[in-house]
């Protein structure tokens, strides 16, 4: 049982370049949600998806999309990647009620 | 909106001692309550969780808090320390609604270095 899994794990990106984080869960959760980490600030909620074909905004939106097509994915994508977004990358998934929620082991991003 | 605060950002006791890490939280409802642990270049690992019932939760590698709805709080306790518990731990708030998922809000850790 694999759980949620990122990938990439580490990736170096140039200012500008874009890129696709990838989550894939295989509980069959509805719920799943994009976290960032940055040093002294925790963990703070980008994007998340209540199902199938649905987004919506967390509390750290910008320069960021999303997109879940597919019940198990969840992708979050950089159009042109800037130093700020230099951070660890964590998604989650949860049951529809919340109870249990399972995050991925991250993703590390640096933007140089 | 829902927050948290942990005041403590570093903490170090010695192996064997008895170790309360604080959080205090913002939340207009009854809050969904996690402890999270994180080791260096690691992922979450989930300590505890409360949602109801008994305010006194009680978690994985010996740790346990209590929820005290007058102080806004649920502090994390462990008797005695081990050296493998030097980590960084992490408070969050759920604002979660039936059917609804859970959203967390994190407070800023507290790190904490164990001296054997």
């Known amino acids: 049982n694999a759980g949620v899994t990122q990938t990439p794990k580490f990736r170096v990106l140039k200012t500008g370049q874009s890129m696709t984080l990838l989550c894939a869960q295989d509980?069959?959760?509805?719920?799943m949600y994009w976290y960032r980490q940055d040093p002294g600030m925790g963990l703070r909620l980008i994007h998340y998806?209540?199902?199938?074909?649905?987004?919506a905004k967390g509390e750290v939106p910008d320069g960021y999309n999303v997109s879940r097509l597919k019940k198990q994915n969840f992708l979050l994508g950089l159009e042109s990647a800037a130093p700020s977004q230099t951070s660890v990358y964590f998604c989650?998934?949860?049951?529809?009620?919340?109870?249990?929620?399972?995050f991925g082991e991250g993703s590390w991003l640096t933007v140089v | 909106a829902q927050s948290v605060t942990q005041p403590d950002i570093h903490i170090t006791v010695s192996e064997g001692a008895s170790l309360e890490l604080r959080c205090n939280y913002s939340?207009?409802?009854?809050?969904?309550l996690f402890w999270y642990v994180q080791s260096p270049g690691q992922g979450l690992q989930l300590l505890l969780k409360?949602?109801?019932?008994?305010?006194l939760v009680q978690g994985i590698k010996g740790f346990e808090a209590e929820f005290k709805r007058s102080q806004s709080s649920f502090n994390l306790r462990k008797p005695s320390v081990h050296w493998s518990d030097a980590a960084e731990y992490f408070c969050?708030?759920?604002?979660?609604?039936?059917?609804?998922?859970?959203?967390?809000?994190f407070g800023t850790g507290t790190q904490l270095k164990v001296e054997l």
């Open positions: 989650a998934s949860s049951t529809l009620s919340g109870n249990t929620i399972y």
């Open positions: 509980m069959n959760h509805e719920y």
């Open positions: 998806s209540v199902g199938e074909g649905t987004t």
């Open positions: 939340y207009g409802a009854t809050p969904y």
């Open positions: 409360y949602f109801s019932g008994d305010t």
């Open positions: 969050a708030v759920g604002d979660g609604v039936t059917g609804g998922g859970n959203k967390l809000t």
